[in-house]
């Protein structure tokens, strides 16, 4: 199974300011690699896709980079609504399939 | 606007069986053009894939689960379902279904999701 370890947990940023918020692979998945965004009480929201396309109705404030065992999420300019978890996801590992990371915690500073 | 719907009992007993019926409205899984999955959550922790249909009924499981899940496609109802077997409390979580992006399998990514469904399993 692939591993995907996030970091950091939690990142205290300002309202403004940029985050970035890493996802490390245990082995190659290629560009294979998803973000998602989570707000309490609600289902998981489609940010990123093939590490760096953004899915449909996204802000070109979330940007995604990386290939192979690193990847970056990065929000520009934070506004208030960013505030959530994020989740990585890789879905190049067939079998024994997808995996997720435990999530970076975003808060505000 | 395609929507997704997880409907089922939300309490289950250890050893019992958890059923969950997904129902897609707003586009149809006969189009054969996407694949079907299920993911959960345990309280406070992160996601884990459980496993994915296609319109035909071939599926793909977590290797970690696959003794014990089941899921399945009633093409006339524009419905899929998950079936977990032998629960006890490590299996208490929001169950999601969602819809794999455009592509196929290869397209592993989520791009629509139900809101979730709780379930719990009491001792």
């Known amino acids: 199974e692939i591993v995907m370890t996030q970091s950091p947990a939690t990142l205290s940023v300002s309202p403004g300011e940029r985050a970035t918020l890493s996802c490390r692979a245990s082995?190659?998945?290629?560009?294979?690699l998803a973000w998602y965004q989570q707000k309490p009480g609600q289902a998981p929201r489609l940010l990123i896709y093939g590490a760096s396309t953004r899915a449909t109705g996204i802000p070109a404030r979330f940007s995604g980079s990386g290939s192979g065992t690193e990847f970056t999420l990065t929000i520009s300019s934070l506004q208030s609504e960013d505030f959530a978890v994020y989740y990585c996801?890789?879905?190049?590992?067939?079998?024994?399939?997808?995996?997720f990371g435990q999530g970076n915690k975003l808060e505000i500073k | 606007q395609l929507q997704l719907q997880e409907s089922g009992p939300g309490l289950r007993k250890s050893s019992e069986t958890l059923s969950l019926t997904c129902t897609v409205s707003?586009?149809?899984?006969?189009?054969?053009?996407?694949?079907w999955g299920w993911i959960r959550q345990p309280p406070g922790q992160g996601l884990e894939w459980i496993g994915t249909i296609y319109y035909s009924g071939s599926t793909y499981y977590n290797p970690s689960l696959k003794s014990r899940v089941t899921i399945s496609v009633d093409r006339s109802k524009n419905q899929f379902s998950l079936k977990l077997s032998s629960v006890t409390a490590a299996d208490t979580a929001v169950y999601y279904c969602?819809?794999?992006?455009?592509?196929?399998?290869?397209?592993?990514?989520?791009?629509?999701w139900g809101q979730g469904t709780l379930v719990t399993v009491s001792s």
């Open positions: 082995q190659s998945v290629n560009s294979n």
């Open positions: 996801q890789q879905y190049n590992n067939w079998p024994p399939g997808y995996t």
């Open positions: 969602a819809r794999h992006g455009d592509g196929g399998f290869s397209s592993g990514w989520y791009d629509y």
């Open positions: 707003g586009g149809s899984i006969n189009s054969g053009s996407f694949y």
